[in-house]
């Protein structure tokens, strides 16, 4: 997956640290914020073949990030997990609703999350 480009919101330093690492060295080029307005931001200036949302951050939150990509025509094409410790079927289903196209619980085991990150950006 050379030159694909992906983003990844999450208040949790570790987390994101990471799966940039990990992402990385499967050769990805990986953008990161670890608050819901940087993310925004970052998201609307820029263009990235899929996105990785935690629910809880500081500021706008993931689902609502995830609402306005998928209701902007010039982003709602980019695909997005949201990955989060909300575990209940109601959290999946407010991902969905606002428009993820998947939903990963934490812990994740990366060797999962890179078989939906492929099958998402193909």
Same mark, same amino acid.
């Given at each position: !997956?050379?030159? +694909?480009?992906?983003f990844v919101?999450?208040?949790?330093r570790?987390?994101? !640290?990471i799966l940039?690492?990990y992402? #990385?060295?499967?050769g990805? @080029?990986?953008d990161? @914020?670890?608050? /819901?307005? #940087?993310?925004m931001e +970052?998201v609307?200036? @820029?263009k990235?073949?899929?996105? *990785?949302?935690?629910? !809880? !951050?500081?500021?706008?939150? /993931?689902?609502?990030?995830?609402k306005r990509?998928k209701?902007d %025509?010039q982003t709602?094409?980019? %695909?997005?997990?949201?990955?989060s410790a909300k575990?209940?079927d109601?959290?999946?289903?407010m991902?969905? +609703?606002c /428009?993820?196209d998947?939903?990963?619980?934490k %812990?994740?085991?990366?060797n #999962?999350? @890179?078989?939906? *990150?492929k099958r998402l950006?193909?």
């Amino acid at each position: !997956m050379q030159g +694909k480009k992906i983003f990844v919101a999450d208040d949790d330093r570790d987390i994101v !640290m990471i799966l940039k690492r990990y992402l #990385e060295l499967d050769g990805y @080029s990986v953008d990161c @914020s670890f608050n /819901g307005n #940087e993310a925004m931001e +970052k998201v609307t200036g @820029s263009k990235f073949d899929l996105l *990785i949302l935690d629910v !809880m !951050m500081q500021g706008i939150n /993931g689902w609502e990030i995830c609402k306005r990509v998928k209701t902007d %025509p010039q982003t709602r094409e980019i %695909p997005v997990i949201i990955l989060s410790a909300k575990s209940q079927d109601t959290d999946a289903l407010m991902s969905f +609703k606002c /428009g993820a196209d998947q939903y990963v619980v934490k %812990p994740f085991d990366y060797n #999962e999350l @890179s078989i939906i *990150i492929k099958r998402l950006i193909q």
